[in-house]
Each structure stands twice: as C-alpha cells, then as structure tokens.
C-alpha cells in the first residue's frame, strides 16, 4: 500500500514539474494559454457619443491583448462631479482623462495623480514631440503628471447655405465682433425662423470667447467680462441669438448646428469631429465652413490652446499597464487615429500633422486653422483660483438666463474674489 502511494505522487510530482516547465522563463505558454491580464479602469466622458475613443482603445488592446480595458464614462456636462465622486469611492481607478487644464489642477492639488517622470526616463520619451508638457508638471516637485492627449481651441463654424441664401458674405479670416454681430442680425432679420449666430450656455466657454486674451481672475477688472455679457443680452434680445434659457435646457452633445437653423456657431474645435463625422453620413445636408474666432476687432483675439490631459491615478495597482496605455493613447497610434476622425491630437510627427492637415482640406478647411495659430495654454489656476472662477461663472450665468441683472455684477465679482483670498 505504502509502495502505490510513493508512486502516485512521484508521478503527481513529475506533471507538477512538467507543467511549470512550460512558465518558465525563456519559454512559451502551452498552446490555447495566455498571458496572465491585466484589466486597466479608464474614466473619461462622450464615450458613448464619439468614436475616437472607442477606435483608440480598441486598438490598444489588440495590440496588447494581455490588457483589458473596462471603461466608465459620464456625460460631459457632469463629468466634473461625477469624478469627483468616484474618486472619492472604493471603487478601482487606474486612468484618469482630466477635462482640460483647470480639473487637471484639482486632480494634480489633491494628490490623485502618479507622477510620471520614472516611466519617461525608463522608455526615453521624448516630451518634444507634444505641444506643451510644462503646464503638466506639478508646481513643487516639478513632477510630469499627465501627458498630452488633445489640444483643442475656439473656431467659428457657419452655415454657407443659409449665407447664399441671405445674400451675405461669409465671415472673413479673422473676423471681429463688429462683423459677426451684424452678419448675425441681418442672417436673422433676413430668413424667418433662423437665428443668426448660437453659443454653447456655458461661462466657461463664454467668458474667454468674448476676450481677447485670457482674463486675470486674480487681478483682472470685471469690467471685461461685463462687456461681453452685454454683448450676449444684445444678440438675444434682438432676436440674433436664441433665449440662453432655450440653450441651457438642451444637453451641449446635441448637435444642434446641423440642424440648419442656425447661421453661424462658436463653439470648440472638438466639433469638428461632429460635422465630419455626421457630413459623411449625410446628417449634416448643408455646406458648411470655418474660420478663426471673432476679437474686438479682426484679427486680434488670442486662441490659447487647451489641452487635454491623460493621468494614471496615484493608487492604481497596474501602474506598468497604465503607462503603455498612456504611451499608445497620447503617442503616435492615438494620434493617427484623431487625426483621421478631425480631432486635433497634443501629439506632433510630420505624418500626423499632414494627415490631419489632408482631412481638413477634404473638407474646404484651411489647414492653418487645425495645425497654426495656437497661443501657449494658459497656467493651470490654483486652488484659490478656481473658488473664485466657479463663483464667477454661476453669477455670469445667473445674468443669461434673466435671474439676476447686469448692474451688480462687477461689484458682485469683486465681493466674491475679496473672499476667496481673505481680503
């Protein structure tokens, strides 16, 4: 009996033996074996609503099919808070998309992000090959927290039929606001049930459209922005913008552009994907063009670039996967996949930019407006800042939409901005 059970389990031994044979270094896995996985939780928004991303990502785990990547993605009028709570959660986060500079800031200030100099040194990354890495360092340390995914600025979209239709030219290259306003009352005045020119409802959008260069919201006069809001009230009450009220209540994804009724929108460069996309599928019926963003007067309005940022979360427990995520989202197979769907990547080759400089002239768009005539972005806004931003922004609104009037809103501004640093 002793003697069956030695034999036994010599013979168990040998294919416990045989069998860790095969995972041992320098040799491959038994055949229909794979790879232990990885599973990387990505947040970002639209995810739903825009193909780029689902192409990207898709793409990155056929190239790494030792990686799965379990996506959940908000609307982008939430994301905001809805990140907030997540991050606030037990739940799993491995890779962070921040919605622009000022909630890169916040993700930066309350030590939710890996810095990433480690992995830049170990791979050799050349940071050139982005439009700006230095607003991405944390101020301290001078830590790298996020690379470059998309860079984006304010464009002028119009509607070319309903222009022939008015009898009126197209808006020039760099259009000032004397110029649009008008084109935007007689497009109104001169085709019923169309309104000349509409905006996105919000003051984050608002205020720096109306500026020529961005606003100091620590030592700036509010006087600036009032000369905007008026500016807005105008083209509303005389019937060349829709109510704001109209605006607020409909969710920005919906594209409301393409619905013809409409003769000029200003609005992100990130809509350029929406009209490609939707004139390829024959959504969008109309001829349509772009130009850069009105000023005070033509030509003089800045375009600082925003960017948008990918970051691995300062607690994932795939730090290694989510760099080779960041690497191929923010480098060159992300890039050729934005370009090719008329999204504007951070990331620069001769190939990519003559890629998306093609896709811009199938369409009639002057190259220079996707590829040139970028300001630097501004500083990502400190904490302080920030407070005083949101506080501006929910008094500027307040005005659109008729709640409060215009009179009090420097004095308003100022008050809140006297709190915030505890003047």
Known sequence: MMKKVIVAGCVLLAAVVCSMAFFLPGRGLPDGEQEAQHVLRVVLWDYDTVSYDRRIIQAFEAQNPDITVEVTSYSPTYYDFSLEALLASDEQIDVIYANQLPQFAWLCQEEYLLPLDDFITQDGLDLSCYSDTEVLREPDSGAVMGLPYRQDKFLLYYNKDLFDQAGLPYPSSSPGWEEVCNLAQQLSDRLEGKYGIYFSALPEHLIPQSLDQPFDYMKGGFSALE????????????????PFSDLDRMDPAQRLFETGAFGMFLNGSWYLNFLAEDTEAGVCDFRWGVTARP??????????????????????????????????????EGAE??????????????????????????????????????????????????????AVYARYKRILLGLDGIDTFCTDAEQVRKQAIGA
Do not use: K
């Open 337 to 390: 996949i934005l370009a090719d769907e008329m999204v504007l990547p951070a990331y620069h080759s001769g190939e990519t930019d003559a890629q998306l400089a093609a896709r811009a002239r199938n369409f009639g768009i002057d190259e220079t407006l996707v590829l040139d005539d970028f300001d630097p972005p501004e500083t990502p806004p400190t904490a302080q800042e920030r407070e005083i931003r949101e």
């Open 227 to 242: 000369e905007g809001l008026a500016q807005y009230q105008t083209l509303e009450e005389t019937g060349a913008a829709p």
């Open 295 to 332: 000023g005070s007067t033509a030509g003089a309005a800045e375009n600082p670039m925003m960017l948008t940022p990918i970051c691995i979360h300062s607690e994932t427990t795939e730090p290694e996967a989510a760099w080779r995520f960041l690497r191929f989202v923010c480098g060159m």
